[in-house]
């Protein structure tokens, strides 16, 4: 029995694993969106109106109303979950950035990098327990910043040791890994994604999860090169607008990134896996802000036909 009772089954993972086509599309951009941005939601409803829409997938965020780990009746949920999942068609990555979850009174802690680590360690764990129960394509999930009572080399350590320990949870699960570069974070860039992934051996499992936006908020090469810098790696991308220098998550249009290349370089990059659009402050309009993402994107992509 897996962390918080749910089991992972030997068929969990969707057809044509990591990056396939589980809802049988072919062809195209896989887009999705980011529960995280339907926090006024019961999650039930969340799915139905993100499939309504016309997204193939979605990026579920475990959180307080959305499939909290903790909560009791766990294995009961994930099931009902799967099921809705699989009768509305929704491909799914499982995201860990809650708020508050872990701690009432600090947004992401504890981390990697506190000295009570082990929290986060337990999260991450039934997050993969939970990813694959659901047949998710990735788990993704972060190093945090760094306290300021930790020094850069034991904070280095102990995000190392921690993303062996969840790698090796999730590759006896069968869940790929999306480790996420973050501004701000111990992990912000590619370049630090690669060190990482050099320290802890370059392991298969352990891939990326790239954010469009962050790629224009501090990456030194234009966005599509960044795709193309890290597709051998790439399972997991969510996508939003962004300005340089400015870590806000913004409506398409209203930043500075031009996605037709962009889109173009994940199709041409071989990329299969979601798209998920993350506005994770939106959720005061939600269904409104998702449709008008969809729509954008398919204007986007469609100028690369």
Request: net charge negative; proline share 7%; aromatic share 6%.
């Amino acid at each position: 029995m897996s962390p918080g009772g749910t089991s992972a089954s030997p068929d969990a993972s969707p057809d044509g694993g990591p990056g396939g086509d589980p809802g049988g599309t072919g062809g195209g951009t896989r887009f999705g969106y980011g529960t995280n941005g339907f926090a006024n939601h019961r999650l039930a409803d969340a799915l139905r109106v993100i499939a309504d829409l016309g997204y193939q997938g979605v990026a579920l965020t475990l959180d307080h109303d959305h499939l909290d780990p903790y909560r009791e009746g766990l294995a009961r949920r994930v099931a009902a979950v799967s099921d809705l999942l699989r009768d509305l068609g929704l491909g799914v990555v499982v995201e860990t950035g809650a708020r508050y979850l872990l701690d009432p009174w600090h947004k992401h802690a504890p981390t990697l990098l506190h000295d009570e680590r082990e929290a986060r360690l337990d999260f991450l764990s039934r997050a993969v327990a939970v990813g694959a129960d659901l047949g998710a394509e990735a788990v993704s999930f972060w190093a945090g910043v760094r306290p300021e009572t930790v020094g850069e080399a034991t904070a280095w350590a102990r995000l190392v040791d921690g993303c062996a320990r969840v790698t090796e949870k999730a590759a006896a699960a069968g869940v790929p890994l999306g480790f996420e570069p973050e501004p701000g974070m111990l992990v912000e860039t590619i370049a630090d994604w690669r060190r990482l992934h050099a320290d802890l051996g370059e392991p298969a499992g352990f891939g990326i999860t790239l954010d469009i936006g962050h790629c224009r908020c501090l990456e030194p090469d234009p966005v599509p090169d960044c795709v193309r810098a890290v597709a051998p790696h790439l399972v997991n991308v969510q996508i939003d607008d962004m300005r340089r220098g400015v870590h806000e998550h913004l409506e398409f249009g209203e930043g500075e990134i031009d996605f037709p290349p962009v889109l173009r370089a994940l199709a041409g990059c071989g990329y299969r896996g979601l798209v998920a659009v993350e506005l994770p402050r939106h959720s005061h309009a939600a269904p409104q802000v998702a449709a008008r993402s969809l729509d954008f994107l398919r204007a986007a992509e469609g100028t690369n036909a």
